[in-house]
């Protein structure tokens, strides 16, 4: 079991910055990624951006060049640095992390609001 949670959202005006961080706890070495998923009332689920174990990662094209995912395997920390921030990036983001045993298994923070007024 993994458990994971986030902090550091809240109300920005557009254009301005906020640090999302998760932290990891339980059987994290079994984790092969780890990313951050938003979600606004009404819609799926969309993935931010993952970080690979290896280190290898991935953007939405809607945040290529303003956000830039992180971790701290030691500190089984996980980061998001979100420059110039736009109103429609206004949604509740939560921390992911996923492992492979004998199946799948998807683990999910608790989540953090995330306001960019404009």
């Known amino acids: 079991q993994v458990q994971l949670v986030e902090s550091g959202g809240g109300l920005v005006q557009a254009g301005g910055s906020l640090s999302l961080s998760c932290a990891a706890s339980?059987?994290?070495?079994?984790?092969?990624?780890r990313g951050w998923y938003r979600q606004v009332p009404g819609d799926e689920r969309e993935l931010v951006a993952r970080?690979?174990?290896?280190?290898?990662?991935d953007y939405a094209d809607s945040v290529k060049g303003r956000f830039t995912i992180s971790s701290d395997n030691a500190k089984n920390m996980l980061y998001l640095r979100m420059n110039s921030l736009k109103p429609e990036d206004s949604a509740v983001y939560y921390c992911?992390?996923?492992?492979?045993?004998?199946?799948?298994?998807?683990?999910w923070g608790q989540g953090t609001q995330v306001t960019v007024s404009a």
């Open positions: 970080i690979t174990r290896d280190g290898r990662t």
């Open positions: 339980g059987s994290t070495f079994r984790l092969i990624a």
């Open positions: 992911h992390g996923v492992e492979v045993t004998t199946r799948v298994n998807d683990y």
